[in-house]
């Protein structure tokens, strides 16, 4: 509508002394002010700094008084009284060392917030669940005064939505909690400052003045008018802590305070599932290159500030049900920080600040947030890659994306949201969908809509399979693909639904105010269960399987008989199945009506809710035994990928990522041994590994380097490993804190003694 | 996959499970390998000129069977019969599966790129590749033509079956020494001991590098002077990259019992972290890289 141009008397000159002009001096355009002012490294690890003594004092206060009381009681506190917001807590500090990158999301840290726009019941719930009293004032001005997107939702649910969501065919959906997955631009906070930012969106909101009335035209003007609102509750916020953020930052030290205040706006007002902090590194370096050359800052400083950061990145906490953990175990919020990959004048987008950040996990130690996601390409620099794969081999704590299928998608200022999204930073935003249980519908197709489970008829006016013979492929096949038809019918009515009422009763006014004007939206759809589907339409094609039936005829289980090809052993007769559902799921997606003119896309990850879905869903023709968890993503089921770790890799690899470009996630277990004999044996061959996955067309790969032993141990020793870092499905968790149930599913999973 | 079963020795983690074809259990079957079904004596033609092999599974691994990660073939059959086997269903040649060498072929191509982003290759292993001599002179030929590394993992038993041409299309040989005392090495093997030193000799003077492989067992290799002969022997051999000590573990016990063999190693033990580090001492005082 409307180009984001800042009105030349709010910038403030001097901040900017030095950097290349271009572009981004007159209008919005961070990726503009990277291209032009930062320096590639290309260099090894060897600058880097170990911790101050400083960071160790604040990180050993907080461990000592805050996530070791917290990990007794799940909850270290919650204020009661208080909804949450930008402006809504007075300062509060770690300690008195914390003074490098300040802020916190309530007065103390861990100390959790009610944000009860999503919906009362789950703030109640968890208040309950934290050992809490309601305040019956702020319960009764959101029962009784304030609507939220929850109730808006069940206001406009339909009975087939209802009918899907109770049989778990439908589950998960942000009908009941924050849906995330939007990046607000922060690094705009920084390079602007807020009265420029506010200045230009004011200017945006009238520039339609003229205009007659639409809905969409007084949508934009209301929306504008609550960004510009949170744009100055953002600045109240620095002034608590001393800071003056109307102004552009004028050092690498307030380039980064300044940027996570934009962070820390969004964490306070708003629990998206996924509240990604974006791909910082390289804009933060020009701050950090120009005050090293200005003889004002050190590597020890600079690591100082970049491990602050990363320090209060890993103590954001939200108010959440112990039922909301089932789908998303351990507690994440996926501050995922994107980083690494090309840009498109093909200059990798490596500086010494992306290895500053994976330092951070040697003076910290692990742990799963921020959510470290590098860019990955053959072609990075050789001594980044060996020090990713030499960090990913020390703490398990790195995913990797195929920066490629990024970049020529997305272009080369994406950054990843939650575990696979990818989005162009500050001009996209994804309405999150969770998933449906893809695996779950083939046995709705067998089953002519009974649910397998209950018996009850869930979806009407469709025939199983009759008789007892041997299922035939093409039978199954055109059931399976009508069957999907309903269920992603179903599924994105449900979705419009949900995105209509978050806009409307919990709009992210901050991370949107971090936006352009105007901007992609994409409809995140999502499938679980695919290695079963692919295995079990492999079974049916290959082999011969019977139906066993119960005394009313439903169909409970199966009697496979021959071999059959299983997907992830690089077979293309299984993989070829595998891909054809992905497919088949998206274009049924793409002729659906999407809110808000939204790109379909479709995902296929399942983060933890591989356990909660699995325990909802019967037996299959695969062996799939039922109420056993799935496999996460787009995994190979457990213990069956037996031909090696990079086979696997091939089989997810040929999963076509257009019809998948919400992402595809493959997580994978090595143990330490089955990388080499030495660490620098492991390092290189752990690099080969991900240009082998990569250039064979894998977009992603969680890897751990892990062995079975260990996390048997951590199940019985708890105390012993407060910080070990797992991979999950696109995201980390400490392994202790993961219920029985998912410790289990992990430890069941595929490892590969030799990669 | 890690041994579960009741009553099984835990690994040391530090120790890397792997080993040459009688010490690391073979891959999950020919998936994704189309069958070959040939009549009687079409198959036997096929068999003769190396167009057919017979393969027990394969794998795409790394760090163990040679550099990078390599397409790992196991062959069916051996003939010898080692007291530690951890391939037993390798031993026999029927068990395999009919493989023609166009189709194993068409594999290590489409691994082209696999092996040279990870600097990888191709690895026949088995049972013992050189009992199919015909066969995987065709592939090692086969994967010459495609500049792919090269690498068997033998016994060297049957060295003899090694043609010199055979030998140019080499770029490594894991070879398996199981002892250095003649009668020892019978008492492991069933077999004598000198085609493989004579094997080690003919691949040092043709220049073919070579991985030593010494699968250590307690109460059986274990001997001081049964190593000390084999390391004498290998400071002999000018083209030794390295020597791995491979501590013996029980991952193959539960084939014997599911093909009805007698395993005569129940109640070995792994042997302990200082007994390995003594021999491992033995192979690095002749100056070669041991690991």
Same mark, same amino acid.
């Given at each position: 509508?409307?180009?984001?141009?800042?009105? +030349?008397?709010?910038?403030?000159?001097?901040?900017? %002394?030095?950097?290349?002009?271009?572009?981004?001096?007159?209008?919005?355009?961070?990726?503009?002010? $990277?291209?032009?002012?930062?320096?590639?490294?290309?260099?090894?690890?060897?600058?880097?700094?170990?911790?101050?003594?400083?960071?160790?004092?604040?990180?050993?206060?907080?461990?000592?008084?805050?996530?070791?009381?917290?990990?007794?009681?799940?909850?270290?506190?919650?204020?009661?009284?208080?909804?949450?917001?930008?402006?809504?807590?007075?300062?509060?500090?770690?300690?008195?060392?914390?003074?490098?990158?300040?802020?916190?999301? /309530?007065?103390?840290?861990?100390?959790?917030?009610?944000?009860?726009?999503?919906?009362?019941?789950?703030?109640?719930?968890?208040?309950?669940?934290?050992?809490?009293?309601? %305040?019956?004032?702020?319960?009764?001005?959101?029962? !009784?005064?304030?609507?939220?997107?929850?109730?808006?939702?069940?206001?406009?649910?339909?009975?087939?939505?209802?009918?899907?969501?109770?049989?778990? *065919?439908?589950?998960?959906?942000?009908?009941?909690?924050?849906?995330?997955?939007? *990046?607000?631009?922060?690094?705009?906070?920084?390079?602007?400052?807020?009265?420029?930012?506010?200045?230009?969106?004011?200017?945006?909101?009238?520039?339609?003045?003229?205009?007659?009335?639409?809905?969409?035209?007084?949508?934009?003007?209301?929306?504008?008018?609550?960004?510009?609102? +949170?744009?100055?509750?953002?600045?109240?916020?620095?002034?608590?802590?001393?800071?003056?953020?109307?102004?552009?930052?004028?050092?690498?030290?307030?380039?980064?305070?300044?940027?996570?205040?934009?962070?820390?706006?969004?964490?306070?007002?708003?629990?998206?599932?996924?509240?990604?902090?974006?791909?910082? #590194?390289?804009?933060?370096?020009?701050?950090?290159?120009?005050?090293?050359?200005?003889?004002?800052?050190?590597?020890?400083? +600079?690591?100082?500030?970049? %491990?602050?950061?990363?320090?209060?990145?890993? *103590?954001?906490?939200?108010?959440?049900?112990?039922?909301?953990?089932?789908?998303?175990?351990?507690?994440?919020?996926?501050?995922?920080? #994107?980083?690494?990959?090309?840009?498109?004048?093909?200059?990798?987008?490596?500086?010494?600040?992306?290895?500053?950040?994976? !330092?951070?996990?040697?003076?910290?130690?692990?742990?799963?947030?921020?959510?470290?996601?590098?860019?990955? =390409?053959?072609?990075?620099?050789?001594?980044?890659?060996?020090?990713?794969?030499?960090?990913?081999?020390?703490?398990? +704590?790195?995913?990797?994306?195929?920066?490629?299928?990024?970049?020529?998608?997305?272009?080369?200022?994406?950054?990843?949201?939650?575990?696979?999204?990818?989005?162009?930073?500050?001009?996209?935003?994804?309405?999150?969908?969770?998933?449906?249980?893809?695996?779950?519908?083939?046995?709705?197709?067998?089953?002519?809509?009974? %649910?397998?489970?209950?018996?009850?008829?869930?979806?009407?006016?469709?025939?199983?399979?009759?008789?007892?013979?041997?299922?035939?492929?093409?039978?199954?096949?055109?059931?399976?693909?009508?069957?999907?038809?309903?269920?992603?019918?179903?599924?994105?009515?449900?979705?419009?639904?949900?995105?209509?009422?978050?806009?409307?009763?919990?709009?992210?006014?901050?991370?949107?105010?971090?936006?352009? =004007?105007?901007?992609?939206?994409?409809?995140?759809?999502? $499938?679980?269960?695919?290695? $079963?589907?692919?295995?079990?339409?492999?079974?049916?094609?290959?082999?011969?399987?019977?139906?066993?039936?119960?005394?009313?005829?439903?169909?409970? =289980?199966?009697? /496979?008989?021959?071999?059959?090809?299983?997907?992830?052993?690089?077979?293309?007769?299984?993989?070829?199945?595998?891909?054809?559902?992905?497919?088949?799921?998206?274009?049924?997606?793409?002729?659906?009506?999407?809110?808000?003119?939204?790109?379909?896309?479709?995902?296929?990850?399942?983060?933890?809710?591989?356990?909660?879905?699995?325990?909802?869903?019967?037996?299959?023709?695969?062996?799939?035994?039922?109420?056993?968890?799935?496999?996460?993503?787009?995994?190979?089921?457990?213990?069956?990928?037996?031909?090696?770790?990079?086979?696997?890799?091939?089989?997810?690899?040929?999963?076509?990522?257009? =019809?998948?470009?919400?992402?595809?996630?493959?997580?994978?277990?090595? /143990?330490? #041994?089955?990388?080499?004999?030495?660490?620098?044996?492991?390092?290189?061959?752990?690099?080969?590994?991900?240009?082998?996955?990569?250039?064979?067309?894998?977009?992603?790969?969680?890897?751990?380097?892990?062995?079975?032993?260990?996390? !048997?141990?951590? $199940?019985?020793?708890?105390?012993?490993?407060?910080?070990?870092?797992?991979?999950? #499905?696109?995201?980390?968790?400490?392994?202790?804190?993961?219920?029985?149930?998912?410790?289990?599913?992990?430890?069941?999973?595929?490892?590969?003694?030799?990669? | 996959?890690?041994?579960?079963?009741?009553?099984?020795?835990?690994?040391?983690?530090?120790?890397?499970?792997?080993?040459?074809?009688?010490?690391?259990?073979?891959?999950?079957?020919?998936?994704?390998?189309?069958?070959?079904?040939?009549?009687?004596?079409?198959?036997?033609?096929?068999?003769?000129?190396?167009?057919?092999?017979?393969?027990?599974?394969?794998?795409?691994?790394?760090?163990?069977?040679?550099?990078?990660?390599?397409?790992?073939?196991?062959?069916?059959?051996?003939?010898?019969?080692?007291?530690?086997?951890?391939?037993?269903? @390798?031993?026999?040649?029927?068990?395999?599966?009919?493989?023609?060498?166009?189709?194993?072929?068409?594999?290590?191509?489409?691994?082209?790129?696999?092996?040279?982003?990870?600097?990888?290759?191709?690895?026949?292993?088995?049972?013992?590749?050189?009992?199919?001599?015909?066969?995987?002179?065709?592939?090692?030929?086969?994967?010459?033509?495609?500049?792919?590394?090269? @690498?068997?993992?033998?016994?060297?038993?049957?060295?003899?079956?090694?043609?010199?041409?055979?030998?140019?299309?080499?770029?490594?040989?894991?070879?398996?020494?199981?002892?250095?005392?003649?009668?020892?090495?019978?008492?492991? @093997?069933?077999?004598?001991?000198?085609?493989?030193?004579?094997?080690?000799?003919?691949?040092?003077?043709?220049?073919?590098?070579?991985?030593?492989?010494?699968?250590?067992?307690?109460?059986?290799?274990?001997?001081?002077?049964?190593?000390?002969?084999?390391?004498?022997?290998?400071? @002999?051999?000018?083209?030794?990259?390295?020597?791995?000590?491979?501590?013996?573990?029980?991952?193959?016990?539960?084939?014997?019992?599911?093909?009805?063999?007698?395993?005569?190693?129940?109640?070995?033990?792994?042997?302990?972290?200082?007994?390995?580090?003594?021999?491992?001492?033995?192979?690095?005082?002749?100056?070669?890289?041991?690991?």
């Amino acid at each position: 509508m409307t180009i984001t141009e800042i009105p +030349a008397a709010a910038t403030d000159e001097t901040a900017w %002394d030095g950097f290349t002009e271009g572009p981004w001096t007159a209008t919005i355009d961070v990726r503009d002010f $990277i291209q032009r002012n930062y320096t590639p490294y290309l260099g090894d690890a060897a600058f880097l700094a170990g911790p101050t003594a400083k960071t160790l004092r604040t990180w050993d206060t907080l461990e000592r008084e805050y996530l070791s009381v917290e990990r007794e009681r799940r909850v270290y506190d919650v204020d009661t009284h208080t909804p949450a917001d930008i402006d809504a807590f007075p300062a509060g500090y770690i300690s008195a060392d914390d003074d490098v990158v300040v802020g916190i999301q /309530t007065d103390t840290p861990l100390k959790r917030a009610m944000m009860p726009n999503g919906g009362w019941r789950m703030v109640e719930t968890a208040l309950h669940e934290a050992g809490k009293e309601v %305040d019956p004032e702020v319960k009764r001005i959101f029962t !009784q005064y304030r609507k939220t997107h929850n109730e808006a939702v069940f206001d406009m649910y339909t009975p087939r939505i209802r009918a899907a969501r109770s049989s778990h *065919i439908i589950t998960g959906l942000p009908d009941a909690y924050g849906r995330g997955r939007i *990046i607000g631009d922060y690094r705009r906070v920084a390079l602007y400052g807020v009265d420029a930012l506010i200045a230009a969106k004011n200017a945006d909101k009238d520039s339609v003045a003229d205009q007659p009335f639409s809905e969409h035209w007084a949508r934009y003007r209301e929306e504008h008018s609550e960004q510009v609102k +949170a744009l100055k509750k953002l600045k109240r916020l620095g002034e608590s802590y001393g800071f003056d953020l109307g102004r552009p930052a004028r050092t690498f030290q307030e380039a980064v305070q300044w940027t996570y205040f934009g962070y820390l706006a969004s964490v306070k007002s708003q629990d998206g599932a996924a509240m990604s902090i974006g791909r910082l #590194s390289a804009f933060f370096d020009v701050y950090a290159e120009r005050d090293l050359a200005a003889g004002t800052l050190t590597e020890e400083l +600079a690591q100082e500030i970049i %491990d602050a950061l990363v320090l209060k990145l890993r *103590i954001v906490r939200f108010l959440r049900t112990i039922d909301y953990d089932q789908i998303f175990s351990g507690d994440p919020y996926w501050a995922t920080w #994107s980083d690494a990959g090309f840009g498109e004048d093909g200059r990798p987008l490596v500086t010494k600040t992306s290895f500053r950040l994976l !330092q951070t996990l040697r003076n910290l130690g692990p742990a799963p947030e921020p959510n470290i996601t590098i860019f990955w =390409d053959e072609n990075l620099p050789a001594g980044y890659k060996e020090f990713c794969a030499a960090i990913s081999i020390e703490t398990s +704590a790195i995913q990797y994306e195929s920066d490629q299928q990024i970049r020529c998608h997305w272009g080369d200022d994406a950054a990843i949201a939650c575990c696979v999204s990818p989005m162009t930073i500050g001009k996209q935003m994804q309405f999150f969908g969770a998933r449906v249980n893809a695996a779950k519908s083939l046995l709705y197709a067998i089953n002519g809509g009974r %649910d397998e489970v209950s018996g009850k008829l869930i979806v009407r006016g469709h025939e199983g399979v009759k008789g007892s013979e041997a299922l035939d492929f093409d039978e199954v096949w055109a059931k399976y693909d009508e069957m999907l038809s309903w269920v992603t019918a179903t599924y994105v009515e449900a979705l419009n639904i949900i995105h209509y009422s978050h806009d409307k009763y919990a709009y992210e006014a901050v991370e949107m105010a971090l936006h352009d =004007d105007e901007i992609v939206r994409t409809m995140g759809c999502g $499938i679980a269960g695919l290695s $079963i589907v692919a295995d079990s339409l492999a079974a049916i094609k290959y082999a011969k399987v019977y139906p066993v039936r119960d005394e009313t005829g439903l169909v409970v =289980d199966y009697i /496979t008989e021959g071999d059959f090809p299983v997907y992830g052993n690089d077979d293309d007769r299984a993989d070829e199945l595998a891909a054809l559902v992905v497919r088949t799921v998206m274009d049924k997606i793409r002729h659906l009506p999407m809110y808000r003119d939204a790109v379909p896309t479709q995902s296929v990850l399942t983060i933890t809710s591989n356990v909660v879905y699995g325990k909802a869903t019967g037996a299959f023709p695969s062996g799939h035994k039922a109420g056993t968890p799935f496999a996460p993503g787009a995994n190979p089921e457990n213990g069956m990928d037996t031909h090696g770790m990079v086979a696997s890799m091939l089989s997810v690899g040929k999963l076509d990522y257009d =019809d998948a470009l919400d992402g595809i996630s493959l997580t994978n277990t090595i /143990t330490p #041994s089955g990388l080499g004999r030495t660490k620098d044996e492991q390092v290189a061959n752990l690099v080969g590994i991900l240009d082998a996955g990569m250039s064979e067309g894998l977009y992603h790969a969680n890897i751990n380097v892990l062995s079975r032993e260990t996390l !048997q141990d951590a $199940i019985d020793h708890p105390e012993k490993y407060p910080n070990l870092t797992v991979r999950v #499905s696109g995201y980390a968790v400490n392994f202790v804190k993961l219920s029985k149930e998912q410790q289990l599913d992990v430890l069941s999973r595929t490892f590969h003694e030799s990669a | 996959m890690s041994s579960s079963h009741d009553g099984a020795p835990v690994v040391d983690l530090s120790t890397p499970l792997v080993g040459g074809s009688t010490h690391r259990t073979a891959g999950q079957g020919t998936q994704g390998l189309l069958n070959a079904d040939f009549d009687r004596p079409e198959r036997l033609a096929q068999v003769r000129t190396g167009q057919l092999g017979s393969l027990h599974s394969w794998e795409l691994v790394t760090a163990v069977d040679g550099p990078g990660t390599r397409l790992t073939v196991f062959l069916a059959g051996c003939p010898l019969r080692c007291l530690y086997c951890h391939n037993p269903d @390798t031993l026999e040649m029927r068990r395999g599966t009919d493989i023609t060498a166009e189709e194993l072929l068409k594999k290590v191509s489409r691994y082209r790129g696999v092996f040279r982003a990870t600097g990888g290759g191709l690895t026949l292993s088995g049972g013992e590749p050189l009992m199919q001599p015909a066969f995987i002179g065709r592939i090692l030929r086969g994967a010459k033509e495609m500049g792919v590394h090269t @690498t068997i993992d033998t016994s060297g038993f049957l060295g003899a079956a090694a043609t010199d041409a055979m030998l140019d299309d080499l770029d490594l040989v894991l070879l398996d020494v199981k002892s250095g005392i003649p009668d020892t090495y019978t008492r492991v @093997t069933g077999r004598e001991l000198q085609p493989t030193l004579d094997f080690g000799r003919r691949l040092s003077d043709h220049g073919v590098a070579m991985w030593i492989r010494y699968v250590l067992v307690p109460d059986l290799t274990d001997a001081w002077d049964n190593v000390e002969v084999v390391a004498d022997y290998v400071a @002999t051999l000018a083209t030794v990259a390295r020597v791995e000590v491979l501590p013996f573990h029980q991952m193959g016990r539960d084939k014997w019992d599911a093909l009805g063999m007698r395993y005569e190693l129940a109640d070995t033990r792994p042997p302990t972290p200082e007994l390995v580090e003594r021999v491992r001492g033995q192979f690095r005082a002749r100056g070669v890289e041991v690991h």
